[in-house]
């Protein structure tokens, strides 16, 4: 990704990190998309169409697919932006303040370039493939800690009741075997935690891949591992469960 491009990125996510720091809370319109607790907000959709608009400026051959409306099939051939416009909606309407903007630059079946931006804490994650990861202008490194000195993170795949027994089944194990668990309510930072080395390993059963892209190049680059919990490459054409950890476990 050219330093320019890469610029006027960073730039267009960081104007919608201060959309979603700043919000009219009278005007956020909960809608309930597929079942209880899974929510659609205006404020989701603003920043979509922002992040579009903006992105498809940048880049006029890549596609665009949003976890929110209609999606462009994803085939493993050409560019294509993966987005979650904001990745921790139930705790953006609580104002929890632990959600994200995710971006993941896919060419030809793998991500080259990617950005998680926390607006409340001002924590620009990202990673050029080949180049390690990054927080704001520091570069970032897994742990070097095994579970025994590890925090667990998990999540509770809050969309698929059927996986939340399994979850907390491991959840449990892992307690068991680490220092503590923590679920904080965003796969991305999640995927960010474990890359900046603050936590060991973590977990989630069912995740889209707007949950995962970009946390998966940025977890790679700062040297640790992302899989499935079966030990597959995860995909972008389906969802599927995600494992990341550093190399010690
Ligand atoms: C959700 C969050 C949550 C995870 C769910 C995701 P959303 O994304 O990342 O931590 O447990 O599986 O779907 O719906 O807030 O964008
Ligand atoms: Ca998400
Ligand atoms: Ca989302």
Request: glycine residues 8%; hydrophobic residues 40%; charged residues 25%.
């Amino acid at each position: 990704m050219q330093q320019h491009n890469r610029e006027s990125m960073f730039r267009l996510i960081k104007e919608c990190g201060e959309i979603i720091k700043n919000p009219n809370r009278n005007d956020i319109n909960i809608q309930e998309k597929a079942g209880p607790a899974n929510f659609v907000t205006s404020y989701d959709l603003l920043v979509q169409n922002k992040l579009r608009d903006g992105l498809q400026l940048l880049f006029p051959k890549a596609k665009f697919i949003g976890e929110e409306g209609d999606q462009e099939t994803y085939t493993e051939k050409g560019e294509y932006f993966i987005v979650d416009p904001i990745d921790g909606t139930t705790n953006f309407i609580k104002d929890y303040q632990m959600s994200c903007i995710s971006v993941a630059y896919v060419v030809d079946g793998d991500v080259d370039f990617a950005v998680i931006y926390n607006p409340y804490l001002d924590e620009l994650f990202w990673a050029n493939r080949g180049e390690g990861a990054y927080c704001n202008d520091k570069k970032i490194h897994v742990s070097k800690h095994d579970l025994s000195n590890g925090i667990v993170l998990f999540g509770t795949s809050p969309y698929d009741m059927d996986l939340a027994k399994k979850s907390f089944e491991m959840a449990y194990e892992y307690f068991c075997q680490a220092l503590d668990i923590r679920r904080s309510g965003s796969a991305a930072l999640d995927l960010c935690a474990i890359a900046a080395g603050r936590a060991e390993l973590y977990f989630e059963l069912i995740l889209s891949p707007w949950d995962y892209a970009a946390g998966m190049l940025i977890v790679e680059e700062a040297g640790g591992i992302v899989t499935t919990l079966d030990g597959e490459k995860p995909v972008f054409n389906k969802r599927c469960s995600i494992l990341a950890r550093n190399k010690k476990i």
